[in-house]
């Protein structure tokens, strides 16, 4: 069970637990255990974690070479700018480690350097009788759903193992159920319902933990349900990307879940085995934005 919340915010020492198991698979460690920073001191841009907070465990050699190989290509995507040229912050170290690592780290959802793995698509539309009107478009790198999810699932671990830690005992604890994803969402459009929705929903539980660190390019959050074995969380990656979701018995899970409304997604065509279909994206103002506060305002 959660004792307590905690804020921890840029300018906060690192915290580094002595743990006798592993804060991802529970495997009690032995003098092979490895050490492992939770935000990634290359999952951000270089030197952004330098003098500000991070969770430094030890890991099984395992968790930690799989974590890691996660983070290399979703590090080098989310620091990428978006079709625009733009990047998420108007930063040279930023724009510096994005080059670097578009050529270094290789996208595995194409098999090429993640600079080189823009995707494009060429749509013709018929518009009268034997006339067609072609459309190309770009996007910059996109990143594997699952292997975003997997990630931050890790990371959540290991936030949970921390604000569940006994130093008598050496060991943190793991949620009770499963895990359940809801949606990823670039900068541009976490506006969209679900985020909305997700956020005044979460808003009025309780905070157990929020860690902002290296200059905001990395955020997380974990809320308890009031009443119910239920938490929701939320991590944001280079103030690129933002994923949210809820973890905890099936029950509640689930049925907090379906209160989120569905995408609507639009239909330009769709014929057998193709189809082609569309969604316009919605910024969220700074304003607006609640998704890492505290609380309702």
Known sequence: MLDGKLRLLPGHLAVRLDNAT??????????????????GKRFVPRGKLDRHWNLI????????NRKAALENDLSAITMQPNAGGQYS???EV????????????????????????????????????????TFNL?????????RVFELARLQLMAFFYFITYSPDTKRGGFWLGGFCPVLEAPRSDW??????????????????????TADGFFKAMIRRHPEAVCWSWAVEWNHNLRVVGFFG????????????????VET??????EALRYRMETRLSDEEDQMFHEGET
């Open 249 to 264: 018995e099936r029950e509640p899970v689930l049925a907090t879940a379906k209160t989120l409304p569905r995408l609507r």
């Open 94 to 133: 930023l724009a510096a480690e994005a080059a670097r690592k578009g050529q270094k780290s290789i996208s595995r959802s194409t098999g090429k350097p993640v600079g080189q793995s823009g995707e494009e698509i060429t749509i013709k539309v018929p518009f009268a009788p034997g006339a067609e009107m």
């Open 138 to 146: 770009w996007s910059p790198p996109q990143a594997d759903s699952h």
């Open 191 to 212: 506006g969209n319902p679900v985020h909305r929705a997700f956020m005044r929903t979460v808003l009025a539980w309780e905070p157990r933990l929020l860690a902002i």
């Open 57 to 64: 465990v030890r890991a099984c050699r395992r968790c930690n």
């Open 268 to 273: 330009i065509f769709e014929g057998p085995g």
């Open 22 to 39: 592993c804060p991802y698979c529970g495997t009690v460690l032995d003098a092979t255990a490895t050490t492992e920073h939770v935000v």
């Open 89 to 91: 912050q108007p930063d």
